[in-house]
């Protein structure tokens, strides 16, 4: 008997012990804390990619500008943390934040010739406060942007910060409550191309042309990029505005798969001494992948690129002249089953 009582006794201690188990995983486990969507890279930003024109398809099957030329946006996740769902609604406080200063000290120190700028205002917009509603455990914050006149040359960057109330607590843990978004707007033939295959060399020299790595192409309008000249300038020259060389896409054919490319300075400036030879042409190809059916690979190659130019700045009151010529290359992988076309790149 006193054997049977010990077992009793243990059984109705672990039912116990159960019960009060299941009690605590209803309660919630953690805080109901705010916070941003927005994971840094290795270069202490959140890289996010939206189109330079919001499209939409009209009644004919078109795409078409669906706010104007120029004028995006883009929705930034606010996420609601926690084991249970958030039972009220939050006016969430949201402000530009002083983090960039901190990044830029952190990462370059005095050089503030490297340092990431803020968006200014007349490219974004977007309200105060963004109410997340009873139920909802993620909500979506709109930027509204017009990237009309924006010079890509320089390092944009969007900080923002969520800032604690009575109501709600910003999430306490470092960068979660606060975004730091570098934006890049895009169009169909922006993105980093590959320069294998485009030689420089010095002038005189073209037994000696080298292959460069990748070349970023930087929205100017709808039709239009701009790369840095040759094959060796990039965001770690201070002064790579002074060596944008701008390409133009014409279409040619009815899909637009096929066009031609005309390179030029808009500037004219007489010490960059750009001389273009020639029109390039361009070529768009669809591959679908071969394990995962539902990827395509699009690939833009320009070919027949030829000019010259002169780095009159990197040794002072030296002009060294190059030779560029040969194809770039840019793939882009699309995610078919999102119907979403900027959100069916996989950058």
Same mark, same amino acid.
């Given at each position: ?28 486990? %953690? ?30 099957? &078109? ?19 926690? *084991? ?38 007349? %490219? ?17 914050? @709109? ?25 709600? @607590? $910003?999430?306490? /843990? ?7 978004? /570098? ?9 980093? %191309? ?21 070349? /970023?192409? %930087? ?15 990039? &965001? ?10 701008? $390409? ?21 400036? *007489? ?8 029109? $390039? ?8 992948? &071969? ?14 690129? +030829? ?19 040969? *194809?770039?290359?840019?793939? /882009? +992988? ?9 959100? $069916?790149?996989?950058?």
């Amino acid at each position: 008997m006193k054997h049977i009582s010990i077992m009793l006794a243990s059984l109705a201690g672990l039912l116990l012990l159960a019960t009060a188990c299941n009690d605590e995983w209803k309660d919630e486990q %953690y805080e109901h804390y705010l916070s941003f969507k927005a994971p840094l890279n290795d270069a202490g930003v959140s890289a996010v990619y939206v189109p330079y024109t919001r499209h939409t398809t009209n009644a004919n099957g &078109e795409s078409v500008p669906l706010y104007g030329v120029g004028i995006s946006n883009y929705q930034l996740p606010i996420i609601v943390s926690g *084991t249970t769902n958030n039972d009220k609604d939050l006016n969430v406080k949201i402000v530009k934040s002083d983090t960039l200063s901190i990044l830029n000290y952190e990462r370059f120190q005095n050089r503030t010739d490297l340092y990431y700028q803020e968006l200014p205002d007349q %490219y974004v917009s977007y309200p105060s406060t963004h109410q997340v509603k009873a139920g909802e455990n993620v909500s979506l914050f @709109q930027l509204d942007f017009n990237f009309e006149g924006i010079d890509m040359s320089k390092k944009w960057v969007l900080p923002l910060e969520i800032v604690s109330t009575d109501q709600y @607590q $910003a999430h306490p /843990r470092k960068h979660y409550a606060k975004a730091l978004l /570098r934006v890049y707007p895009f169009n169909n033939y922006s993105g980093t %191309y590959s320069a294998t295959m485009q030689k420089m060399s010095r002038q005189g020299n073209a037994d000696n042309a080298a292959g460069g790595e990748d070349t /970023r192409a %930087y929205v100017v309008d709808e039709n239009t990029v701009f790369f840095y000249a040759g094959n060796d300038i990039d &965001e770690t020259r201070t002064d790579r505005e002074l060596y944008k060389v701008y $390409a133009k896409f014409t279409p040619v054919t009815e899909d637009g798969k096929n066009g031609t490319v005309q390179f030029y300075d808009p500037t004219n400036n *007489t010490e960059l001494g750009l001389q273009v030879d020639g029109v $390039a042409t361009y070529s768009i190809n669809d591959q679908p992948d &071969e394990i995962q059916p539902y990827l395509l690979h699009r690939y833009i190659t320009i070919s027949g690129i +030829k000019y010259t130019f002169n780095d009159y700045t990197y040794i002072p009151g030296v002009y060294q002249n190059y030779v560029v010529e040969g *194809t770039l290359t840019m793939e /882009r +992988k699309l995610n078919t089953q999102i119907p979403d076309d900027d959100q $069916a790149i996989e950058w």
